[in-house]
């Protein structure tokens, strides 16, 4: 394929060869939407180049393996063909969320930490005197028996109320997000592939929110000449299209998604790499490729006033470095008192995650 290039491969030889193969072969699937006889002919040719398999375990072994642990069944429309199923759409979305944040534990409420203390959901290290309305299952026994200890002594043991230490709790937010992702041809133009890491960001924002953060929302839509939602699931599918870039209709989406939640924390993330060049008016779609249409970029600056008085701050992820559509952009994040990226394919998911979780930390209301 055009556009890909791979460089040397050192495998990890402390793993097992179907886990070292597993990997790869997940990778493989991000970039080729999902297509298992594709990545396969890939993992081939780099089998051949650097010698991934041995004599002792080989392409075919590991083809098996993959049958047996479920993660490709047969397709059943194409003969000899095979498709992922549910498993390894699950493990890609976790190999994304670990490739761009780390791994992180699953937390059963969630913790979007906020600078306040009171009555939350989470006990923090920090500790005060107890006081009247706190509830008891806030006290600290251990410190609180040591302090009676010390204040009446063991042979006339009594404990008080000013003996008693209560643990603060954290409050934590639930905030409602949705991420856009432009689909639109320029994401793969000039020999440059950029939809590939925006859906590895994709993957693994979902993956953290549904893990870490089970009480949040995430939807997920994409948008081209129009805009429509998309399933966690349907992710690593997702394909560039002959469109022009519509950043309207996702918005004008975007803000229907969130006047439905009941979250008092509402945000939207926005990951693109072009200028707005399409409309819809009815039924005809009104478009111009050619440097910024003042018709589209005004319908977009009165969205992004929108959001702003609906309190639905915008994250633009801008990946371009044209001037003139950063100037767009920064004229756009100012009209929503929002916030804009311009990042490399490289540092986007970090970018995301660290503007995640700092938005929780204060956005308490």
């Known amino acids: ?201 994709a993957m693994a924002l979902s993956e953290l929110i ?14 081209g000449n129009d805009a429509w939602p998309i399933e966690i699931k349907d992710l690593p599918y997702l394909k560039v299209g002959p469109y022009h870039t519509n950043t309207v209709a996702g918005l004008e989406l975007a803000m229907n998604i969130l006047r439905r939640k009941k979250n008092p924390n509402k945000q939207i993330f926005m990951i693109t790499d072009g200028k707005p060049s399409c409309l819809k008016e009815g039924a005809r779609y009104y478009k111009n490729s050619f440097g910024l249409d003042r018709k589209i970029v005004n319908k977009c600056l009165n969205l992004s006033a929108q959001c702003r008085r609906l309190k639905i701050p915008i994250t633009t992820f801008m990946i371009a470095q044209d001037s003139y559509l950063q100037q767009f952009v920064r004229e756009f994040t100012e009209v929503n008192n929002g916030k804009a990226y311009f990042s490399g394919l490289s540092g986007l998911g970090e970018y995301i995650f660290e503007d995640f979780e700092r938005g929780k930390r204060k956005n308490l209301r």
């Open 210 to 223: 549904t893990t870490k953060y089970p009480k949040d929302t995430l939807d997920i839509i994409v948008f």
């Open 1 to 201: 394929m055009i556009g890909f290039r791979f460089q040397e491969f050192v495998p990890d030889d402390s793993l097992p060869p179907f886990e070292r193969l597993l990997d790869v072969f997940m990778q493989l699937l991000t970039y080729t939407s999902g297509d298992v006889v594709e990545a396969l002919d890939w993992l081939n040719q780099l089998d051949n180049e650097y010698e991934l398999t041995s004599d002792d375990y080989g392409m075919g072994d590991f083809i098996e393996d993959l049958r047996k642990e479920g993660y490709i069944k047969e397709d059943e429309n194409v003969r000899g063909g095979f498709s992922i199923s549910a498993k390894s759409e699950q493990t890609i979305r976790k190999k994304s969320l670990e490739e761009i944040f780390g791994k992180l534990r699953k937390s059963g409420k969630g913790n979007h930490k906020t600078s306040f203390t009171g009555s939350g959901d989470e006990a923090s290290a920090d500790q005060r005197p107890f006081m009247f309305g706190d509830s008891l299952d806030q006290i600290a026994f251990t410190e609180s028996f040591k302090n009676a200890q010390i204040q009446h002594g063991i042979g006339s043991f009594r404990m008080t109320e000013n003996d008693l230490v209560v643990r603060e709790k954290e409050y934590k937010t639930r905030t409602s997000t949705v991420l856009m992702i432009d689909i639109s041809h320029s994401m793969i133009l000039y020999g440059e592939d950029r939809i590939t890491p925006a859906k590895k960001v």
